[in-house]
């Protein structure tokens, strides 16, 4: 009989530790289960090992041989029941920490394991997933079965399917190994109190990059505010745009814009209009009905509970899910198929605020 170590610290390691004395050489050759498809093999002795480069978590079989008979079978996944494993968010962005979130208790729960999760945001979770350990950013965790990492990679050793190509959400059950379902996150939050009493929306009319951007807000505010609401702008980018909220007519900028506030705002209010950012995300994670107007991204790639989208696919949409191009986030004009031509950022130019409106008009009755 052998004796051997096994862990999934960012990627599949094995070795043989001892085999009664016997010092043999043995055939051993990891197996893809889902394929059925040999990665790697190589011939061990006692204290050789081996480490694949794949760094997300997949059912993975070692089978050592000797002299043409298996002698053991080591299904990875099996040993992963009463361990610890550590998950690690590489990424600092909100939407994608709201994203990934509801998974690490899903894992948990998968493989009837002790899950430890580090993120950049642990506070907004500590409370809501008991059931979960949190450290911080860079401490050293021990005692641990694998550590895995998530992110929003462009790597096919570090997640099995193109991110662009998949929801955001699944691009972290796809690195975890299990089921994909739309989960919306459980956060952190007690209300204040109301922050102000009359009925009020919260948009966000700023982002990240101008492909994100739309361009009738100023219709869609008259038209609110002939309802009768308030219209709150809440983005924290609104101070470093060249179009400053002071710009627009009847349009209230949120003055403390600390996480605690927004999510108070967002709360309270009827309902929210954004883009496709982490604010709404963020709404969405609050239960707030979201009105997301996206149509660079396709109608999967975000979130659909609770959530309408404002989209026109007979038009110029979905760049950010074609493999031709790869996102430059130091280019502002980043269009790949438009740029430098009339239909520059077409896809959102074209959507009229009519389309928001009438649909605003038809979900809450007003």
């Known amino acids: 009989m052998i004796k051997y170590n096994i862990h999934h610290i960012k990627g599949l390691y094995f070795q043989i530790t001892d085999d009664e004395g016997k010092n043999r050489e043995y055939d051993v050759s990891f197996v893809d289960r889902q394929t059925n498809k040999e990665i790697y093999k190589l011939k061990m002795k006692v204290g050789y090992w081996a480490q694949l480069s ?4 997949s059912d993975i079989a070692v089978f050592v041989r000797y002299e043409g008979r298996t002698i053991k079978q080591i299904n990875f996944l099996e040993h992963l029941k009463g361990k610890r494993v550590f998950i690690s968010f590489e990424s600092k962005a909100l939407g994608d920490t709201l994203a990934w979130m509801p998974y690490c208790r899903e894992f948990a729960k998968h493989y009837d394991c002790k899950v430890i999760v580090s993120t950049f ?3 907004m979770f500590e409370k809501t997933y008991p059931d979960l350990e949190f ?8 005692d641990l079965i694998a550590m895995i990492e998530i992110g929003w990679y462009w790597d096919k050793e570090k997640e099995p399917v193109n991110p662009i ?4 959400q699944q691009s972290g059950t796809n690195i975890l190994n299990i089921p994909y379902k739309e ?15 009359e009925k009020y929306v919260c948009i ?9 951007l739309w361009y009738y807000w100023q219709d869609v505010i008259d038209f609110l505010t002939e309802k009768g609401y308030k219209v709150f702008e809440i983005s924290k980018e609104s101070e470093m745009m060249y179009q400053k909220t002071s710009s627009f007519n009847n349009l209230i900028e949120m003055t403390d814009k600390s996480l605690e506030n927004t999510m108070n705002y967002i709360y309270h209010s009827d309902f929210y209009i954004g883009l496709s950012s982490g604010l709404s995300w963020l709404a969405w994670a609050l239960r707030k009905r979201v009105y997301m107007i996206s149509n660079f991204t396709n109608k999967e790639h ?8 404002i989209t026109d696919e007979t038009i110029c949409n979905g760049c950010w899910h074609d493999l031709k191009f790869r996102f430059d986030k130091s280019n502002w004009m980043w269009c790949p198929r438009q740029e430098d031509t009339p239909r520059h950022f077409e896809c959102h130019k074209l959507i009229t605020s009519d389309k928001l409106i009438n649909s605003i008009r038809e979900n809450e009755g007003i």
């Open 121 to 123: 945001k642990n506070f």
């Open 135 to 142: 450290v911080d950013r860079g401490v050293i965790v021990k």
């Open 165 to 168: 190509l998949i929801p955001l």
């Open 204 to 212: 966000s009319i700023y982002s990240t990059s101008q492909l994100k």
């Open 54 to 57: 794949r760094k997300y978590l």
């Open 302 to 309: 975000e979130f659909n509970i609770n959530t309408i989208r």
């Open 183 to 197: 989960i919306q996150p459980d956060i952190d939050f007690t209300p204040k109190e109301r922050p102000i009493p």
